[in-house]
Nanobody, 111 residues
Framework: QVRLVESGGGLVEPGGSLRLSCEASGFEYIPHVMSWYRQAPGKERELVAGFVSAGGSRRYADSVKGRFVISKDSMNSVSLQMNNLKSEDTGMYYC?????WGQGTQVTVSA
């Protein structure tokens, strides 16, 4: 059974940092293409950052370029380092791989 488990969300003040982690299990192959999405209240889910190929190419939403970094921590896990967080980064963050979704971890940026 495929599972994606996120961790690391929380409440942080504007300008602060958080690191999210996603651990994948149950895949019959190495999940190279893993991504982070987020969904703010009343908005559609959007791509934040992701690996787009087994070669390690990455892409980022324009709104997070220069502030967020996605990394492959192991064959089955990725992390998202989020720096200089802004209130508009608030939302539920989801890990995604090959059509599978995690349950999400809440990130709230507020003073």
């Amino acid at each position: 059974q495929v599972r994606l488990v996120e961790s690391g969300g929380g409440l942080v003040e504007p300008g602060g940092s958080l690191r999210l982690s996603c651990e994948a299990s149950g895949f019959e192959y190495i999940p190279h293409v893993m991504s982070w999405y987020r969904q703010a209240p009343g908005k559609e889910r959007e791509l934040v950052a992701g690996f787009v190929s087994a070669g390690g190419s990455r892409r980022y939403a324009d709104s997070v370029k220069g502030r967020f970094v996605i990394s492959k921590d192991s064959m089955n896990s990725v992390s998202l380092q989020m720096n200089n967080l802004k209130s508009e980064d608030t939302g539920m963050y989801y890990c995604h791989a090959y059509g599978w979704w995690g349950q999400g971890t809440q990130v709230t940026v507020s003073a």
